[in-house]
Structure formats: structure tokens, C-alpha cells
């Protein structure tokens, strides 16, 4: 008999066993025993004296010794079987599954031939803070009680990828009853009903097609240009980290939304958007209920009441004056070949994944691109030689034509975005068991689309002593201009049908302010010395893309 099953058959057996071999009665004082089994049927019945002269007097002893402890040792016996049976169901279960006890959730399909990816499962019941890569491009952890398969390598993510849509595969999620208050239940993101989600995809996109983002590049470079300024304006030294979001913020309000917001106003904005985005890392967010004064007391709360509310304000300005240049008057304006438009929850929501897209993501690849050229000169130098030649050709407006000519820019914030893409990725909830790469992934399980364990083990790019990622020895755009040293296993935007809409008008954000940088600056001094990798501080929260937290420059103008 295996254990679990003959410990489940003990606890059976003492809970449906006698309570005790006799009940006392107390009556005036005096304890009458009254006997329930006879000693042959009574396996306790060893408890009583055998001498039947002193059984009255000892049985007396015994009771009022008890009674000293508020009841007596006959009275505990219940209570000291059904605890001992609860013990030992609880042994049962762990003996059968140990993992599922001490990870919950964590259960392996049996009927699957495929075996669990290797992996840790870290601290029972909490699983482990960082994720390891030491078991390969499929591994199984656990964090913050959910049992997480990590999948990596492009091959491996599109096999996963081809199990999404599907009743019987992955979907996307949000953790908890509260994220889709903050961010919106009818985001593009975390739709998973294919048709529908088609449908949502073709609309977003609409909003941003190359010819609605060529239109765009004027603007873009007016609010470059203005925060430029601004930065050149200071004394002393400049936090890119600052500059960047003040930039990305400003192409929110103007050029995504088309709001007409008063100079006092734009901080206030700012500030919303900041506390908003930090709302994904608010662990109270990803309670199972619904919490009260979500839009009162939490300021993520706060600051999404008051982005919707300019948004809706929005709306009601495109409603009554028509379209205009603005993404969110494409995206509300935007027809299906049937005539289906986005309800207004859709078009609410799809602006917040816009704002979301253009500022937070934006702002921190540049932070990180502008530390890598300042720690790699020569990289800066190229940079401007080349906006020297495009000032010459395109004239100093800056053209849709001008950003795509830009091949060397491009290659600083594509190798950027290999070296500091997302930490990890988006998860997928697993509905029914699958098999990526010879490995099952459960159902009820995670599945980690993890971008920087994919960048870290692409072939033409890997070194064995982890030199390729390094901050300062790995960057080296110039991997980019040629086939034969282009990274091949490269996703920072992801893939498949949920790749992201935005990444073209992310892309035209970072290399315009790039490239007027370039023009106005001739070089970026860092304040903080810089030696190696390990001397780079970065932020421990708050962000989706990692940001460094000392990335502070002198600028000194060409």
C-alpha cells in the first residue's frame, strides 16, 4: 500500500472509532463512570484499572487530576483523535503531491506523456523573486502564488503563440479584479476571442498606418525640439531619464490625444500618467476582489479617473467638430469594411493602451540609449555624422523618408532594445495542457513569453561569458547593418497577432528626438563614472522597462 493511502486509511479509522471507552457523568459533585463497550470490543478499555476494588478510587484519582486541566483525559480523547486524523490527512496530501501542497496550483498533468520542465520552485507557498536561466530555454518557477513556465527561444514562442485563440490553448489575462478598472477590460491586449480581437487590431491599427505616422513626424519634432531646448536652457547637469519621459508625456497629450491643454495643466498631466502607469506594480491591485474607493484612495486610481475624463472630453470635442490630426480622432473615426466601429469603451480603453505604449516603453529605451552613447563615444560620433548627411539631403525638417534614411540611429536603439528589452514578457494563462519543446505546460499553469532570456540565448549574437548583453563590452550597433551579424532571434515588441500596434509610432518617437539631439549636441558627458556594467544603477520599481537611475549628463552643444 503506498503511504498516502495507508495514512488516509489510520485517519478513518480515528475518526470512526469510539469517542472514548466511557462517559462521566457529574452529578452533585460525584463522578458516575458509565461503561459503553466491554473491554474485548474497547481497544482503550486498558485505560481502566483491572482490580475492581480499587477502580472506583483510582477512576476518582484520575478524574479530579484531569479536572485540575478544565476536563478530563476521556474528554480530550475526541478532540486528540480528530486532530491526529486531520494530521495525517493533511500527511496524505503532501505525501501524494508535494508540490501542488507546498506550490498550490502547481499541479503536473498525468495523463500527459511529456514531462515538467526542469526548473525551482523556490520558497514554499511565496516562489522566488528573479527568475533563473540555468535550466535552459524552458524552465518552471513560482512567484507570488502562480506556478510559471518560462518559454524562450523564437521558435519556442511561436509554438506557444500558435495555441492563443483557442478554447483549448492560451489566452492573456489581468491579475485580479481591479487592473481592468484602472486600465480598461477593452483593451486589445487582453482580448481573446479571435474574431473579435481581428476586428479591434485592424481598428487600432487604422489609427496608425505609416501615412498617419509621416503625418505625425512634424509634431513629433516640434515637442523634441521644445524639450531640447529646455534641457540645453538648464545649468548644470541634465537627467535624461527626466527629458525623456517629459518628452514621450508631451507626445501623449498632443499628438496621441490632441488635447488643448493650458501651460499650468501640463504637469498635472504628467504627473497623471506617471502615477497611472505605476498602478502595474501595485500589488494591491491583484487581490481576487474588488476594492472599495479604487478611484478615491489609490492614486493610480485617481490619475485614471482623470485620464478618461480628458478622453472622454475628447470625444465629445470630435463629436461635435469632426475629425482631426490626432490619433485618437483616427482611432474614434476609424470603419471596418462592414461599417463596424469601436464602441466608446473600446475607443476609452485603446487610448489608454496608446498612452501607455508611446510613454512608458519610449521613455525608457532612450534613457537607456542615450547612457550607452555617452559610455561609447564614438557611437555618438557616427550618430551625428550621419544626421550631417541627412541635414544635407532632406534639408532640417525632419521627413518620414529622413527617419528611415537614419540606418545607423536605427541600429543604436534596435541594438538598445536587444541589449534592455522588457525583463521578462507577457504571461498567457494556460487552459489546457500543451506541449512547447517536448515539455508540458499544465493547465491552470503560466506561460512567460520571456524576451530577455530569448536575446541572451540567440546564436548570432552569444557569447559563452555573457559579454553580448554586457552594458558596455555588447553594445555594438554596428551588428545591425549587415545579414550576416543581424541578430536574428530579436522580439522586443513581441510576436504573432498580438505584436505591438504602436511599435512604428514608438519607433518614429525615439529616433526623431534622437536624431535632433544629435544635431544640437556634440557631446553627452556622463557625471557619475562609469566603469563597467555593475557600476550602472537601475530602478527597482515602477517601470516595465528597466531605466538607470544615474544616467545624468553634461551636454555640451555642437
Not at 197 to 207: C, G
Not at 217 to 232: C, G, W
Not at 237 to 248: G, Y
Not at 329 to 356: A, P
Request: with cysteine; charged share 25%; aromatic share 8%.
Amino acid at each position: 500500500m503506498k503511504p498516502a493511502s495507508f495514512l488516509i486509511s489510520i485517519a478513518h479509522l480515528l475518526a470512526c472509532s469510539e469517542s472514548a471507552a466511557f462517559i462521566p457523568s457529574i452529578s452533585g459533585g460525584v463522578a458516575h463512570p458509565t461503561v459503553t463497550k466491554s473491554r474485548r470490543s474497547n481497544p482503550t478499555s486498558f485505560l481502566l484499572p483491572t482490580d475492581n476494588k480499587q477502580r472506583p478510587l483510582q477512576m476518582m484519582s484520575m478524574i479530579q487530576q484531569a479536572s485540575l486541566f478544565g476536563t478530563t483525559i476521556i474528554q480530550q480523547r475526541p478532540r486528540i483523535a480528530a486532530l491526529a486524523a486531520a494530521f495525517l490527512l493533511l500527511a496524505a496530501k503532501v505525501l501524494r503531491d508535494p508540490r501542488a501542497f507546498f506550490w498550490p496550483g502547481a499541479r503536473v498533468d498525468k495523463n500527459s506523456d511529456a514531462d515538467l520542465p526542469e526548473g525551482s520552485m523556490g520558497c514554499p507557498f511565496m516562489g522566488l523573486r528573479k527568475l533563473s536561466s540555468k535550466y535552459g530555454t524552458i524552465f518552471r518557477t513560482y512567484a507570488f502564488g502562480i506556478p510559471i513556465v518560462s518559454v524562450s527561444g523564437v521558435d519556442n514562442i511561436k509554438s506557444l503563440f500558435k495555441n492563443e485563440f483557442r478554447e483549448d490553448g492560451v489566452g492573456t489575462f489581468m491579475v485580479g479584479a481591479n487592473l481592468p478598472v484602472i486600465f480598461g477590460g477593452e483593451m486589445l491586449l487582453y482580448e481573446n476571442n479571435s474574431k473579435k480581437h481581428s476586428m479591434l487590431r485592424r481598428l487600432v491599427a487604422n489609427a496608425m498606418t505609416p501615412n498617419a505616422i509621416a503625418a505625425a513626424v512634424p509634431d513629433i519634432q516640434e515637442r523634441a525640439v521644445v524639450r531640447i531646448d529646455n534641457m540645453l536652457q538648464k545649468n548644470g547637469p541634465v537627467v535624461m531619464e527626466d527629458a525623456f519621459e517629459s518628452f514621450t508625456l508631451d507626445i501623449a497629450w498632443k499628438q496621441i490625444l490632441g488635447l488643448d491643454l493650458e501651460e499650468e495643466e501640463v504637469p498635472k498631466f504628467h504627473a497623471a500618467v506617471v502615477d497611472w502607469t505605476k498602478g502595474l506594480s501595485n500589488r494591491f491591485l491583484m487581490l481576487p476582489f474588488k476594492l472599495p474607493g479604487l478611484t478615491r484612495y489609490f492614486k493610480c486610481g485617481r490619475a485614471s479617473a482623470y485620464l478618461k475624463g480628458k478622453i472622454e472630453e475628447k470625444i465629445a470635442k470630435l463629436e461635435r467638430d469632426g475629425p482631426d490630426s490626432s490619433t485618437l480622432s483616427m482611432l474614434y473615426f476609424s470603419t471596418d469594411e462592414d461599417g463596424t466601429r469601436l464602441t466608446h469603451d473600446q475607443v476609452v480603453d485603446n487610448s489608454l493602451l496608446m498612452i501607455f505604449a508611446g510613454t512608458e516603453t519610449s521613455a525608457s529605451t532612450l534613457t537607456c540609449a542615450a547612457l550607452f552613447l555617452a559610455l561609447h563615444p564614438d557611437a555618438w560620433e557616427k550618430v551625428r555624422a550621419e544626421q550631417e548627411e541627412i541635414v544635407s539631403k532632406y534639408g532640417n525638417d525632419l521627413t518620414a523618408e529622413a527617419l528611415e534614411d537614419s540606418t545607423y540611429l536605427d541600429a543604436v536603439i534596435k541594438e538598445t532594445l536587444r541589449i534592455q528589452p522588457i525583463e521578462t514578457g507577457e504571461l498567457r494563462a494556460v487552459r489546457e495542457t500543451i506541449i512547447v519543446d517536448g515539455k508540458q505546460l499544465p493547465k491552470g499553469w503560466k506561460a512567460l513569453f520571456n524576451v530577455k532570456q530569448t536575446h541572451i540565448n540567440d546564436p548570432s549574437t552569444y557569447e559563452a561569458d555573457g559579454s553580448h548583453m554586457d552594458h558596455i563590452k555588447g553594445f555594438k550597433p554596428e551588428r545591425w547593418l549587415s545579414e550576416s551579424t543581424k541578430p536574428k532571434e530579436w522580439m522586443p515588441f513581441g510576436d504573432g497577432r498580438r505584436r505591438c500596434v504602436g511599435e512604428r509610432l514608438g519607433m518614429t518617437e525615439m529616433k526623431a528626438f534622437m536624431s535632433m539631439l544629435a544635431r544640437k549636441v556634440a557631446k553627452c558627458e556622463l557625471v557619475n563614472k562609469i566603469e563597467s556594467s555593475h557600476d550602472i544603477e537601475w530602478q527597482a520599481s515602477g517601470n516595465v522597462l528597466a531605466r538607470p537611475s544615474n544616467a545624468e549628463c553634461n551636454l555640451i552643444l555642437a
